[in-house]
């Protein structure tokens, strides 16, 4: 497995609240990616960093905001988690370079009640 | 945007058929297509891809093939065990745009002993 470590595994939250989940990696990839994972959905990407604080939003980044201040880590924040944003998230890592595909963390599991 | 389609969403098989997926993508410029394995509450594994200037490429019982013109492309997997049930997942990249990934929906294989 690639070296990419996901935390908390699992998490259960109330609506309204403030959540940070957490990507860390060792590999020194470049791009770092978060995507959601729901039924009927596939994996959808919310956020991705291409560098030290270069991100860029997805196709379902409202209501989410990242940061990565070093190059092994990037930080998904919900500011005020809502029961839409339960689901899987995943973190992914790539080199970046042409056809480098992702390899992907073992997920966090959120619910927002 | 680039949009992938995945067909189909269920499909069974008896161990020792062969099973096959198929995915369509819209966007011309897409270079890439990995497909991924996911297992139950794992993330997805990389298990093959293909490269716009390559038609097929085989890795033991797994097989990619590629048609640019029509914009599909497709699993196969022969001799069939129990252990490939699975989701799994296609997927488009091109590297034009900051070396995003597009995902299908998914689908999953039961393999019957």
């Known amino acids: 497995d690639a070296g990419i470590t996901q935390s908390p595994r699992h998490k259960v939250t109330e609506t309204g609240t403030p959540v940070t989940l957490r990507c860390h990696q060792t590999?020194?990839?470049?791009?770092m990616y978060w995507y959601r994972q729901d039924p009927g959905h596939g994996l959808r990407l919310i956020h991705y960093?291409?560098?030290?604080?270069?991100?860029d939003k997805g196709e379902v980044s409202d209501g989410y905001s990242v940061s990565r201040s070093k190059t092994e880590d990037f930080l998904l924040t919900l500011e005020s988690a809502t029961s839409s944003q339960t689901s899987v998230y995943f973190c992914?890592?790539?080199?970046?370079?042409?056809?480098?595909?992702?390899?992907f963390g073992n997920g966090t599991r959120l619910t927002v009640t | 945007g680039e949009n992938v389609e995945q067909h189909p969403s269920t499909l069974s098989v008896q161990e020792g058929d062969s099973a096959v997926i198929k995915c369509t993508y819209s966007d011309s410029a897409s270079n890439y297509f990995p497909w991924y394995k996911q297992e139950l509450g794992k993330g997805p594994q990389l298990i093959i891809d293909?490269?716009?200037?390559?038609g097929e490429k085989k890795d033991q019982r797994i097989a990619v093939t590629l048609n640019k013109t029509a914009k599909h492309f497709s699993l196969h997997i022969t001799e069939t065990q129990p252990e490939d049930s699975a989701v799994y997942f296609c997927?488009?990249?091109?590297?034009?745009?900051?070396?995003?990934?597009?995902f299908g929906t998914g689908t999953s294989l039961t393999v019957i002993p």
């Open positions: 293909i490269r716009s200037n390559v």
């Open positions: 997927a488009a990249s091109t590297t034009n745009t900051g070396n995003q990934f597009y």
């Open positions: 992914a890592i790539s080199g970046g370079g042409k056809g480098s595909p992702l390899h």
């Open positions: 960093s291409y560098g030290v604080k270069d991100t």
């Open positions: 590999e020194n990839h470049r791009y």
